[in-house]
Each structure stands twice: as structure tokens, then as C-alpha cells.
């Protein structure tokens, strides 16, 4: 979730993505866009509850089936040589893409990302963003709003793009990358107990 800043920014000079990586003096939550420095949008209460509660149930899960390992901002990640460098909320990294994770940042697209948007990142999350991971090689992109309570899903087909996914009749939504994860998108707003839903799952 970014937001570009809108009154007169104080842009800093311009970096390689190298460098902005060994910086050390930088503010951790930004990304790199076209050799520059950008500001991330404020989160709110509801971004880091539904975070939170996100990522305690993706890592059980993938740790659980040893299926790689779930990141989060402010962990970057580089789709492509000629794409911004942008830190997900929430990235998967298959098993089998583990060779893409370097000591600071994934060097490739994840398998999964998740952006839960903010009032200031809403147009990026939805349109920058969509098109990097698109085009970057993202097989499912994941969109969270918890102020509206919606949650979108896409999946890349084999056109290489990205397609917006339905619930089941169940109200159920099943991943694509991560067999046997489902979730009911209700969870995201309401957050039952995260040990309940692991024994849903069966991890426990």
C-alpha cells in the first residue's frame, strides 16, 4: 500500500534498487518507484487486525504442510528488473521459488501476495500495483478492505492475467496456490478465534 505524496514532496535523489536496499538511514515503511524513495500510506487499526490475523493464519498453514514461507511488510519484493520494488502487507513464496528470496528482499514475483488497503493506498492497490504483479509474474493477488468489507481475489490464468475469482456456494474462497487453504471472507471482518480455525483446517 502506497500513496504518492500529494503537497510539494521532498524527494530524495535518485537510487538503484541496490542502493536503496544497503540504505540504512531510510524510513522502513517505502518503496522504490522508478529510482525513488515513496512514502507508504498510514495504516489503521483495522489494516493491522486484519494483518495480524492474516498472517497467523497463513503461517500456520504453510508451516504446518512445509509448503515455503509467508513474509511481510516491510519485506520487499521486485517483480521484474524493470518494475518498482514494493513491500506487500503479506507475500507466499512457494517451496519450489525459495532460490528467489535473498537476505532483504524476494528477487522475483511471490506466488501470493495480499494488499489490504487504506483510504490512501486504495487507487494504487488497485491499479499500480495490480498491473506490477500482473505483469511481474504474481499468480494470485489478494485485495482487502477493511473499511468497505470486501475482499477480492485474482488468479492468473493462462493468458498471463489476472481474474477476478468467485466464492463457492458455501461462501468459501479456495487458493489457488496454497491447496487446501480456504477462508470465508466474513472471518476477515468478524476474527474467530485463530486456533478455532486451525482446527477447521485440521492443524490441530
Known amino acids: 500500500m502506497t500513496q504518492q505524496l500529494t503537497s510539494t514532496p521532498t524527494r530524495s535523489k535518485r ?29 489503521s487499526n483495522e489494516h493491522q487486525d ?12 504453510v508451516d504446518f504442510h512445509g509448503l515455503g514461507v509467508v513474509r511481510h511488510d516491510p519485506f520487499q519484493m521486485k517483480t521484474g528488473a524493470d518494475l518498482p520494488g514494493r513491500a506487500p502487507d ?43 504483479y500482473e505483469q511481474g509474474g ?5 485485495l482487502i478492505d477493511p473499511i468497505r468489507k470486501q475482499a477480492e481475489f485474482y488468479q492468473r490464468g493462462r493468458d498471463d492475467r489476472f481474474h477476478p475469482t468467485q466464492l463457492s456456494d458455501a461462501g468459501v ?19 474467530p478465534s485463530v486456533p478455532e480455525i486451525w482446527k477447521r483446517w485440521k492443524l490441530v
Open 15 to 43: 537510487l538503484t534498487y541496490l542502493d536503496f536496499l544497503k540504505a540504512s538511514d531510510l524510513d522502513p515503511h517505502v518503496e522504490w518507484v522508478n529510482g525513488e524513495v515513496v512514502k507508504m500510506a498510514p495504516v
Open 50 to 61: 486484519v494483518a495480524g490475523f492474516l498472517l497467523a493464519l497463513l503461517r500456520a498453514f
Open 90 to 132: 503479506i507475500i507466499y513464496i512457494s517451496k519450489r521459488n525459495l532460490s528467489r528470496l535473498k537476505q532483504n528482499h524476494l528477487q522475483g514475483p511471490a506466488d501470493l501476495v495480499i494488499e489490504i488497503i487504506s483510504p490512501g493506498s486504495r487507487g494504487i492497490d488497485r491499479g499500480e500495483k495490480y498491473h506490477e
Open 138 to 142: 504474481v499468480r494470485e493477488y489478494g
Open 173 to 191: 474462497y479456495r487458493s489457488a496456490v496454497l491447496k487446501g487453504l480456504w477462508i470465508e471472507p466474513e472471518w476477515l471482518w468478524k476474527r
